[in-house]
């Protein structure tokens, strides 16, 4: 008899997550983690449009049947690929004496984990994070700030802030790294510059070379980490 296929409620990105795991002895000897190291190898060799759950299966050297009694979408390949490549980021296991440096340390370790699988930036932009990696690095990010003296929404406002500037900065960096940056930055500033009346500001600004990211990344970070302290700063003291 060929195992039941997983169960596809709720139908939402993330879904994977909130079902019951099927039982060990009906999985065919497959796991979790050998289908999410598969699905991040074939996302890093093919990008998500080449990604299916028959050619995974193919791949992993099992039938169809096998894979989909533990996945029930494609979907569900996406979201433990992305839970795997959050489990890259390395993490201290006892708390700093600072907030900042606990902060700082998982803003630039994420973006490392994501820069290794380019595909990872864009896709954690469109997908909840409900994975068991990416929820512990998320805890540990609302614990350090809530050392800080966060709480309420200000601590949910700043956690999204850490998480998103370097997601959507990976995003864009991928997208921009290619053999012609050199030349579609070029191209750009000498556009910017040709409409420097409409875009002064922008006109202006020095035509930033290749490479350029990980020293904007990392002033960025710098930003936003002295933007929580000066709110955290008594009145008078910032």
Same mark, same amino acid.
């Given at each position: 008899m060929s195992p039941k296929k997983a169960d596809t409620a709720p139908p939402m990105p993330g879904a994977v997550?909130?079902?019951d795991r099927p039982p060990r002895r009906r999985s065919g000897g497959l796991t979790r983690t050998a289908i999410a190291e598969a699905t991040v190898a074939a996302l890093d060799r093919d990008g998500p449009a080449g990604l299916s759950l028959r050619g995974l299966a193919g791949t992993l050297g099992v039938h169809a049947t096998s894979l989909y009694w533990h996945v029930a979408t494609r979907d569900d390949l996406l979201d433990l690929a992305l839970d795997a490549v959050f489990g890259e980021l390395a993490l201290p296991g006892v708390p700093s004496t600072t907030w900042d440096?606990?902060?700082? +340390?998982?803003?630039h370790e994420l973006r490392g984990a994501l820069l290794r699988h380019p595909w990872s930036g864009a896709l954690a932009t469109s997908r909840p994070l409900l994975g068991?990696?990416? +929820?512990?690095?998320?805890?540990?990010?609302?614990?350090? +700030?809530?050392?800080?003296?966060?709480?309420?929404?200000?601590?949910?406002?700043?956690?999204?802030?850490v998480s998103n500037l370097v997601i959507s900065s990976v995003?864009?960096?991928?997208?921009?790294?290619?053999?012609?940056?050199?030349?579609a930055r070029a191209a750009m500033h000498e556009h910017l510059r040709r409409h420097a009346d409409r875009y002064p500001t922008l006109a202006a600004l020095p035509a930033n070379p290749p490479g350029i990211w990980t020293d904007q990344f990392s002033l960025a970070?710098?930003?936003l980490l002295a933007g929580i302290r000066h709110r955290l700063a008594p009145a008078g003291e910032s």
């Open positions: 997550w909130l079902r440096d606990e902060v700082r +340390l998982y803003m068991p990696e990416a +929820l512990a690095r998320s805890e540990f990010v609302h614990a350090a +700030l809530t050392r800080a003296g966060l709480a309420g929404p200000e601590l949910t406002a700043a956690a999204a802030a995003a864009a960096e991928a997208a921009w790294r290619h053999d012609g940056e050199a030349a970070v710098e930003m």
